[in-house]
C-alpha cells in the first residue's frame, strides 16, 4: 500500500513527483503530500483526499522551484486519513522530511523515546516516530545517509522509508524492509519510487533493492549499502514497458482499458513457451528435474483474486500431474502449523510481488526445505526474489485496483506450470502438451470475441442497477469463476454478491434465493456432461424459486435456454480452459455497474493494489 517517490535532477522536482504520484495513485488514496528542499529550508504540501486535493493546495500555495523533493500517496493504516496524519512528517526541529510505507510495530516505544528527547509529534501515524528519530540524529551532526541506516536498525515490522534533509539539498536516502522500492537511473537525475510506473516517463533503467538494503541518491548515480553501511549487490534491469502502457487510451477507466488488454496479456505470457514439437521451456524455472519428480505435494499460497486463480490450478495441475495440490489464503498459511518438508512445492501467485501475507508464507515454507515457485507480474520484485524459481506473466502494468488481466494471466503462468511438471514427471506426451498448447493459443482470440460482443452484458447491468444482492453459482472450474465474479462486484460495485459451488445449493445458500434475485450460472462446456447435467438441474432449482438466471455456456448449447432468462455465450473451449472466457464478462458486468453507480472504479474505497501489510 502506500506509493513513494523521490527525484534529484534537473527537472522541477514538484511537476515529477505529483505526476509520480498520480500514476500510483492506486497504491492508496486517502492522501497525498510532497516535500521539497529550497535554500536550507524544508516546504511541506499535504493534504487529505485524493491528489486533486493536493494539486488544489500547490495551487493556492504554491512551492518554490527546485530540483529535490519527495511525496507519499496515502493507505491508511496508523491513523485515520488526515491532513495532519497525510505524508510527508517532518521533525519537529525540521531538519528532516520523510515517507513511509509499511508498519512499524514498535513505533509506541520508540515514540516515547523520542519525546523523551524532545520531539513533538503532530500526527497519530507510526511514521512520524521514524522521522523524528532520523531528525535528532541529524541533530548530532550525523549524515542523512547513516541516519537512515541507524533508523531502520531500530525498526520492526515492514518499512520503506524516503527522506530529504533541509541541510543537504543534494541527495535523497530510503531503506526498505519487506516493502517494494526501485532506483531509476536517467541521465544526470535519480529516482526512488515504490513502482516504476513513478518514472517510466523519464527512463527504463531500473534497479530493485534487496532486503535490508539503504540507497543514496544524487544526480550522479547512487549508492546501495546493506543497513551496517557495507556495500551491497544490486541487479539493474529493464523495463519492458513504456509510458502509454500506464495511460488510459481513450477509456474511462484503467480496469475497463486492462480488461480490453486481456487477449494480449494472455498471448505474451504463452509467448516463447514451448517449442515446435510441443516441448514447454520454462527457462525462469530454475529447480532441476530431478527435484520436481521428487515432489510428492504442492500448495498453492495467494490472497485474493490470485486466491481464486490458485483454484483454478488445483484442478488443472492435478488432473495433468497427479499429484495432491492444496490451494491456501496466505493470511492464514502459517499460522495453521502446515505439513511442508522437502518433497513439498509451494507455488505463491502475487501480481505485485511484494504481497506481505504472501512473503510471509514463502519464508515459512523455506524454513521447512520446500521449493518455492513464484508466479507474478513484476521483474525484481521481492516475492519471485526470495524464491527458487519464478515464471512472470507478462502482463504489463496493471493500474486499475481490481485484478483483471492479472486474474487471467495467472491462470495461463499456472496451467503452463502444470503441463511443465507433467512433462517432467513423465505424466504427458509432447504430442498432448502441444494439443493444450495449441488450446491455450487460441484464448486470446476467443477472449476478443467476448470483448467485440459485450453489450448485452452492459445492457443486463442497466437492467440489474437496482439489484441488492447477487449469486454466483459454479462446480468444478466454474466455482472459482464464480467466486471472483462476486468479489469483482464487491471491490468495485459495493454490491452484496456471493459465489457458491453449485452443489451446496441444497446445503444452505438457497435459502438467500427469493423472486427476482439474480443468478449467475457458469455451466461447464459439454465435454463433461455428468457435470454439465447437474448445474442444469442447479439452474432449475433455482429459478423455481423465483431467481433471475444469467446463464453462461459455450456456443451451441441450447439444452440451457428453458431455464436461462439471460444467456450469454461463449465460444467452445475445453474445460480446464473456461475460466479464462467465463470470467470476462463478469469483469464487464462488474465494471458497468459500477460505472452506472457513479463510483470510482479504479480506486474503490478502503482498497489499494498492493499488500504490503500483514
Same mark, same amino acid.
Given at each position: 500500500?502506500?506509493?513513494?517517490?523521490?527525484?534529484?535532477?534537473?527537472?522541477?522536482?514538484?511537476?515529477?513527483?505529483?505526476?509520480?504520484?498520480?500514476?500510483?495513485?492506486?497504491?492508496?488514496?486517502?492522501?497525498?503530500?510532497?516535500?521539497?528542499?529550497?535554500?536550507?529550508?524544508?516546504?511541506?504540501?499535504?493534504?487529505?483526499?485524493?491528489?486533486?486535493?493536493?494539486?488544489?493546495?500547490?495551487?493556492? @500555495?504554491?512551492?518554490?522551484?527546485?530540483?529535490?523533493?519527495?511525496?507519499?500517496?496515502?493507505?491508511?493504516?496508523?491513523?485515520?486519513?488526515?491532513?495532519?496524519?497525510?505524508?510527508?512528517?517532518?521533525?519537529?526541529?525540521?531538519?528532516?522530511?520523510?515517507?513511509?510505507?509499511?508498519?512499524?510495530?514498535?513505533?509506541?516505544?520508540?515514540?516515547?523515546?523520542?519525546?523523551?528527547?524532545?520531539?513533538?509529534?503532530?500526527?497519530?501515524?507510526?511514521?512520524?516516530?521514524?522521522?523524528?528519530?532520523?531528525?535528532?540524529?541529524?541533530?548530532?551532526?550525523?549524515?542523512?545517509?547513516?541516519?537512515?541506516?541507524?533508523?531502520?536498525?531500530?525498526?520492526?515490522?515492514?518499512?520503506?522509508?524516503?527522506?530529504?534533509?533541509?541541510?543537504?539539498?543534494?541527495?535523497?536516502?530510503?531503506?526498505?524492509?519487506?516493502?517494494?522500492?526501485?532506483?531509476?537511473?536517467?541521465?544526470?537525475?535519480?529516482?526512488?519510487?515504490?513502482?516504476?510506473?513513478?518514472?517510466?516517463?523519464?527512463?527504463?533503467?531500473?534497479?530493485?533493492?534487496?532486503?535490508? =538494503?539503504?540507497?543514496?541518491?544524487?544526480?550522479?548515480?547512487?549508492?546501495?549499502?546493506?543497513?551496517?553501511?557495507?556495500?551491497?549487490?544490486?541487479?539493474?534491469?529493464?523495463?519492458?514497458?513504456?509510458?502509454?502502457?500506464?495511460?488510459? =487510451?481513450?477509456?474511462?477507466?484503467?480496469?475497463?482499458?486492462?480488461?480490453?488488454?486481456?487477449?494480449?496479456?494472455?498471448?505474451?505470457?504463452?509467448?516463447?513457451?514451448?517449442?515446435?514439437?510441443?516441448?514447454?521451456?520454462?527457462?525462469?524455472?530454475?529447480?532441476?528435474?530431478?527435484?520436481?519428480?521428487?515432489?510428492?505435494?504442492?500448495?498453492?499460497?495467494?490472497?485474493?483474486?490470485?486466491?481464486?486463480?490458485?483454484?483454478?490450478?488445483?484442478?488443472?495441475?492435478?488432473?495433468?500431474?497427479?499429484?495432491?495440490?492444496?490451494?491456501?489464503?496466505?493470511?492464514?498459511?502459517?499460522?495453521?502449523?502446515?505439513?511442508?518438508?522437502?518433497?513439498?512445492?509451494?507455488?505463491?501467485?502475487? =501480481?505485485?510481488?511484494?504481497?506481505?501475507?504472501?512473503?510471509?508464507?514463502?519464508?515459512?515454507?523455506?524454513?521447512?526445505?520446500?521449493?518455492?515457485?513464484?508466479?507474478?507480474?513484476?521483474?525484481?520484485?521481492?516475492?519471485?526474489?526470495?524464491?527458487?524459481?519464478?515464471?512472470?506473466?507478462?502482463?504489463?502494468?496493471?493500474?486499475?485496483?481490481?485484478?483483471?488481466?492479472?486474474?487471467?494471466?495467472?491462470?495461463?503462468?499456472?496451467?503452463?506450470?502444470?503441463?511443465?511438471?507433467?512433462?517432467?514427471?513423465?505424466?504427458?506426451?509432447?504430442?498432448?502438451?502441444?494439443?493444450?498448447?495449441?488450446?491455450?493459443?487460441?484464448?486470446?482470440?476467443?477472449?476478443?470475441?467476448?470483448?467485440?460482443?459485450?453489450?448485452?452484458?452492459?445492457?443486463?447491468?442497466?437492467?440489474?442497477?437496482?439489484?441488492?444482492?447477487?449469486?454466483?453459482?459454479?462446480?468444478?472450474?466454474?466455482?472459482?469463476?464464480?467466486?471472483?465474479?462476486?468479489?469483482?462486484?464487491?471491490?468495485? @460495485?459495493?454490491?452484496?454478491?456471493?459465489?457458491?459451488?453449485?452443489?451446496?445449493?441444497?446445503?444452505?445458500?438457497?435459502?438467500?434465493?427469493?423472486?427476482?434475485?439474480?443468478?449467475?450460472?457458469?455451466?461447464?462446456?459439454?465435454?463433461?456432461?455428468?457435470?454439465?447435467?447437474?448445474?442444469?438441474?442447479?439452474?432449475?432449482?433455482?429459478?423455481?424459486?423465483?431467481?433471475?438466471?444469467?446463464?453462461?455456456?459455450?456456443?451451441?448449447?441450447?439444452?440451457?435456454?428453458?431455464?436461462?432468462?439471460?444467456?450469454?455465450?461463449?465460444?467452445?473451449?475445453?474445460?480446464?480452459?473456461?475460466?479464462?472466457?467465463?470470467?470476462?464478462?463478469?469483469?464487464?458486468?462488474?465494471?458497468?455497474?459500477?460505472?452506472?453507480?457513479?463510483?470510482?472504479?479504479? =480506486?474503490?474505497?478502503?482498497?489499494?493494489?498492493?499488500?504490503?501489510?500483514?
Amino acid at each position: 500500500m502506500c506509493g513513494i517517490i523521490g527525484y534529484v535532477g534537473p527537472r522541477a522536482a514538484k511537476d515529477v513527483v505529483v505526476e509520480g504520484l498520480r500514476r500510483m495513485e492506486y497504491r492508496g488514496y486517502d492522501s497525498s503530500g510532497i516535500a521539497v528542499v529550497d535554500e536550507g529550508s524544508l516546504h511541506v504540501r499535504k493534504k487529505a483526499g485524493k491528489i486533486s486535493n493536493l494539486d488544489a493546495e500547490l495551487a493556492l @500555495a504554491p512551492l518554490p522551484t527546485t530540483h529535490i523533493g519527495i511525496g507519499h500517496t496515502r493507505w491508511a493504516t496508523h491513523g485515520g486519513p488526515t491532513d495532519s496524519n497525510a505524508h510527508p512528517h517532518v521533525s519537529s526541529n525540521g531538519r528532516v522530511a520523510l515517507v513511509h510505507n509499511g508498519i512499524i510495530e514498535n513505533f509506541a516505544s520508540l515514540r516515547a523515546e523520542a519525546e523523551a528527547q524532545g520531539a513533538v509529534f503532530a500526527s497519530e501515524t507510526d511514521t512520524e516516530s521514524a522521522a523524528q528519530l532520523l531528525g535528532l540524529e541529524l541533530a548530532n551532526g550525523v549524515d542523512l545517509f547513516d541516519a537512515i541506516r541507524s533508523v531502520a536498525r531500530r525498526l520492526e515490522g515492514a518499512f520503506t522509508l524516503v527522506a530529504i534533509a533541509a541541510d543537504q539539498p543534494d541527495r535523497v536516502v530510503a531503506a526498505r524492509r519487506n516493502s517494494p522500492l526501485v532506483v531509476g537511473v536517467g541521465d544526470g537525475e535519480m529516482f526512488l519510487a515504490s513502482d516504476v510506473a513513478a518514472f517510466i516517463e523519464f527512463t527504463s533503467s531500473a534497479v530493485e533493492l534487496g532486503q535490508d =538494503q539503504a540507497v543514496e541518491i544524487t544526480r550522479d548515480g547512487y549508492r546501495v549499502t546493506d543497513f551496517d553501511g557495507l556495500p551491497a549487490e544490486v541487479k539493474p534491469y529493464e523495463v519492458t514497458w513504456d509510458l502509454s502502457a500506464a495511460e488510459k =487510451q481513450g477509456y474511462d477507466w484503467f480496469m475497463v482499458k486492462e480488461i480490453h488488454e486481456q487477449p494480449q496479456a494472455v498471448a505474451d505470457t504463452l509467448l516463447g513457451r514451448h517449442t515446435v514439437d510441443g516441448q514447454l521451456t520454462l527457462d525462469e524455472v530454475r529447480i532441476s528435474p530431478e527435484t520436481l519428480r521428487r515432489i510428492d505435494k504442492i500448495i498453492i499460497v495467494a490472497c485474493g483474486t490470485a486466491f481464486y486463480s490458485g483454484l483454478v490450478a488445483k484442478y488443472a495441475i492435478e488432473h495433468w500431474t497427479r499429484i495432491p495440490c492444496e490451494v491456501e489464503i496466505a493470511s492464514e498459511f502459517r499460522y495453521r502449523d502446515p505439513i511442508i518438508d522437502p518433497m513439498t512445492l509451494v507455488v505463491t501467485i502475487s =501480481q505485485s510481488g511484494e504481497t506481505a501475507d504472501t512473503l510471509m508464507a514463502i519464508r515459512h515454507a523455506r524454513e521447512q526445505g520446500a521449493k518455492i515457485i513464484a508466479i507474478c507480474n513484476t521483474n525484481g520484485a521481492t516475492i519471485p526474489r526470495e524464491s527458487d524459481a519464478v515464471i512472470y506473466t507478462h502482463a504489463g502494468p496493471e493500474i486499475g485496483v481490481a485484478s483483471t488481466k492479472g486474474y487471467t494471466t495467472q491462470i495461463v503462468a499456472c496451467y503452463l506450470l502444470g503441463l511443465y511438471l507433467a512433462q517432467v514427471r513423465g505424466m504427458k506426451f509432447g504430442d498432448e502438451i502441444a494439443e493444450v498448447m495449441e488450446e491455450l493459443a487460441s484464448m486470446p482470440a476467443k477472449m476478443q470475441t467476448m470483448l467485440d460482443n459485450q453489450q448485452q452484458v452492459k445492457d443486463l447491468a442497466r437492467d440489474l442497477i437496482d439489484a441488492q444482492s447477487v449469486l454466483f453459482l459454479g462446480r468444478h472450474v466454474g466455482y472459482p469463476v464464480a467466486l471472483e465474479g462476486a468479489l469483482k462486484l464487491k471491490e468495485i @460495485a459495493y454490491l452484496h454478491a456471493e459465489g457458491f459451488a453449485a452443489g451446496e445449493l441444497k446445503h444452505g445458500p438457497i435459502a438467500l434465493v427469493e423472486e427476482g434475485v439474480p443468478v449467475f450460472v457458469v455451466v461447464p462446456p459439454r465435454g463433461r456432461d455428468q457435470l454439465h447435467d447437474k448445474v442444469i438441474s442447479n439452474i432449475q432449482e433455482v429459478r423455481a424459486r423465483g431467481a433471475r438466471t444469467i446463464v453462461l455456456v459455450e456456443e451451441g448449447d441450447d439444452e440451457v435456454l428453458p431455464y436461462s432468462d439471460v444467456t450469454i455465450r461463449h465460444p467452445k473451449c475445453s474445460t480446464l480452459l473456461q475460466p479464462l472466457l467465463a470470467v470476462v464478462p463478469l469483469q464487464i458486468f462488474a465494471a458497468e455497474v459500477a460505472t452506472l453507480k457513479g463510483y470510482d472504479v479504479d =480506486q474503490p474505497r478502503n482498497l489499494a493494489k498492493s499488500v504490503t501489510v500483514e
